[in-house]
């Protein structure tokens, strides 16, 4: 297949792991920025191959695992009122909150629907009046001209039934937290590809120079994967920290103008917090006016209500009901085998914490692709 399999080539791969052995003089350590590509790190057996000379840390890309857990538990407060119907992508029904899933609020009796596209919960909520139909957009940057496309066929439609609870996440703010911490590790960043075939990669330029750390916009397959390694290695060897685009196939340096016109019309730039990490100045999205009609959290909290929806909490509560380690694991401090529940109490069938639900969690992607719990071969 095009554009698959020239990037799974074995020969290509077994050529650019040799060149990057030449060429490292030491270990060197780097963050793939996106869950995908921790997955396809672990099940391409790329990490293990050249963990002699590179430290792969994973980063905090996971969205799903990155979403604020009160936010979670208070759409599963919300949906057992009966007007209300909470739609969700489907991988965030099984993620926990503090205190709940939206899974069990569903079983408990709540209404709560797995839908593909925030446009599939603007078509419920115009086929079914009586209904409050609120939409947990959830996602970077990829995800955010969706939920835009969404809050604009609403207003079109005059929907007076449709909301959103918006927690689109934003990442170049939260690696320029990462770089900033004094015990950052990461000596080069592979940038998440698909994030920039939206944003494109012009604010990396200043993030490679500021932070003095080299910079490779990466895409997902192994030879993708290589190439990225490849280009912070050569930089990194040469004392250099730059912006390189190594996933020429889909981005482009300006990004997708149309979707970048999306973002700026619906949304603003706000402080958010991120699982993990805490309050990321700049670290999400919010509505802007005229949009703002369709915020849940004022529509439920200020309007429809009001005594019977708790307001979402400003600060994550500082103790954690269960034993999960996932906000070690979003900033690279701990991997996910070192985590004492991992693959015992914590599995995918019975998960303690985002990391092991998510399709982009680095704990899933360990249980998946370690040596003594792969469920699926290295290929
Ligand atoms: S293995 Fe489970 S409990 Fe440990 S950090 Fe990952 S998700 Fe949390």
Same mark, same amino acid.
Request: aromatic share 8%; with cysteine; proline share 7%.
């Given at each position: 297949?095009?554009?698959?399999?020239?990037?799974? %080539?074995? =020969?290509?791969?077994?050529?650019?792991? !040799? *060149?990057?052995?030449?060429?490292?003089? +030491?270990?060197?350590?780097?963050?793939?920025?996106?869950?995908?590509?921790?997955?396809?790190?672990?099940?391409?057996?790329?990490?293990?191959?050249?963990?002699?000379?590179?430290?792969?840390?994973?980063?905090?890309?996971?969205?799903?695992?990155?979403?604020?857990?009160?936010?979670?538990?208070?759409?599963?407060?919300?949906?057992?009122?009966?007007?209300?119907?909470?739609?969700?992508? =489907?991988?965030?029904? +099984?993620?926990?909150?503090?205190? *709940?899933?939206?899974?069990?609020?569903?079983?408990?009796? =709540?209404?709560?629907?797995?839908?593909?596209?925030?446009?599939?919960?603007?078509?419920?909520?115009?086929?079914?009046? %009586?209904?409050?139909?609120? $939409? $947990?957009?959830?996602?970077?940057?990829?995800?955010?001209?969706?939920?835009?496309?969404?809050?604009?066929?609403?207003?079109?439609?005059?929907?007076?039934?449709?909301?959103?609870?918006?927690?689109?996440?934003?990442?170049?703010?939260?690696?320029?937290? /990462?770089?900033?911490?004094? %015990?950052?590790?990461?000596?080069?960043?592979?940038?998440?590809?698909?994030?920039?075939?939206?944003?494109?990669?012009?604010?990396?330029? *200043?993030?490679?120079?500021?932070?003095?750390?080299?910079?490779?916009?990466?895409? $997902?397959?192994?030879?993708?994967?290589?190439?990225?390694?490849?280009?912070?290695?050569? #930089?990194?060897?040469?004392?250099?920290?730059?912006?390189?685009?190594?996933?020429?196939?889909?981005?482009?340096?300006?990004?997708?103008?149309?979707?970048?016109? /999306?973002? *700026?019309?619906?949304?603003?730039?706000?402080?958010?917090?991120?699982?993990?990490?805490?309050?990321?100045?700049?670290?999400?999205?919010?509505?802007?006016?005229?949009? !703002? !009609?369709?915020?849940?959290?004022?529509? $439920?909290? #200020?309007?429809?209500?009001?005594?019977?929806?708790?307001?979402?909490?400003?600060?994550?509560?500082?103790?954690?009901?269960?034993?999960? !380690?996932? =906000?070690?694991?979003?900033?690279?401090?701990?991997?996910?085998?070192?985590?004492?529940?991992?693959?015992?109490?914590?599995?995918?069938?019975?998960?303690?914490?985002?990391?092991?639900?998510?399709?982009?969690?680095?704990?899933?992607?360990?249980?998946?692709?370690?040596?003594?719990?792969?469920?699926?071969?290295?290929?």
């Amino acid at each position: 297949m095009r554009f698959l399999n020239e990037f799974r %080539d074995p =020969g290509l791969a077994t050529r650019l792991i !040799r *060149d990057i052995r030449r060429m490292a003089t +030491r270990r060197w350590t780097l963050m793939e920025v996106c869950g995908g590509q921790t997955h396809s790190l672990l099940r391409h057996g790329v990490d293990a191959e050249l963990n002699d000379v590179i430290e792969m840390i994973h980063g905090p890309g996971c969205p799903v695992c990155v979403t604020r857990s009160d936010a979670i538990d208070w759409l599963a407060q919300l949906c057992q009122l009966p007007p209300v119907l909470v739609t969700s992508f =489907g991988d965030m029904l +099984r993620v926990p909150g503090d205190r *709940d899933c939206l899974l069990n609020a569903r079983a408990a009796g =709540g209404q709560v629907r797995a839908v593909y596209s925030p446009l599939d919960a603007v078509r419920i909520a115009q086929e079914t009046p %009586d209904l409050q139909v609120v $939409f $947990f957009a959830v996602g970077f940057e990829t995800t955010a001209p969706a939920t835009a496309l969404a809050a604009l066929q609403a207003e079109r439609l005059g929907l007076e039934n449709f909301s959103l609870l918006v927690e689109h996440v934003r990442v170049l703010p939260a690696m320029e937290m /990462l770089a900033a911490a004094t %015990d950052c590790r990461v000596d080069g960043f592979l940038a998440a590809g698909h994030v920039c075939t939206v944003t494109g990669f012009e604010a990396y330029a *200043d993030f490679a120079s500021r932070f003095r750390r080299p910079t490779v916009v990466t895409g $997902f397959e192994p030879v993708d994967l290589l190439w990225g390694i490849l280009h912070c290695v050569r #930089q990194l060897e040469a004392g250099q920290s730059e912006v390189v685009n190594a996933y020429t196939r889909a981005v482009q340096i300006t990004g997708n103008r149309a979707a970048r016109d /999306l973002l *700026d019309r619906v949304y603003e730039v706000v402080d958010k917090e991120w699982r993990g990490l805490g309050t990321v100045p700049g670290g999400g999205l919010g509505l802007r006016e005229p949009y !703002r !009609r369709f915020c849940a959290r004022r529509r $439920f909290t #200020q309007t429809l209500l009001p005594s019977a929806v708790p307001p979402v909490a400003t600060e994550l509560p500082i103790h954690r009901p269960n034993r999960c !380690r996932a =906000g070690d694991v979003l900033v690279g401090r701990l991997k996910p085998t070192a985590c004492p529940e991992f693959a015992t109490a914590c599995r995918p069938e019975s998960p303690l914490g985002a990391p092991m639900v998510s399709d982009e969690g680095a704990c899933a992607a360990y249980f998946r692709y370690s040596s003594s719990h792969a469920t699926h071969e290295p290929g």
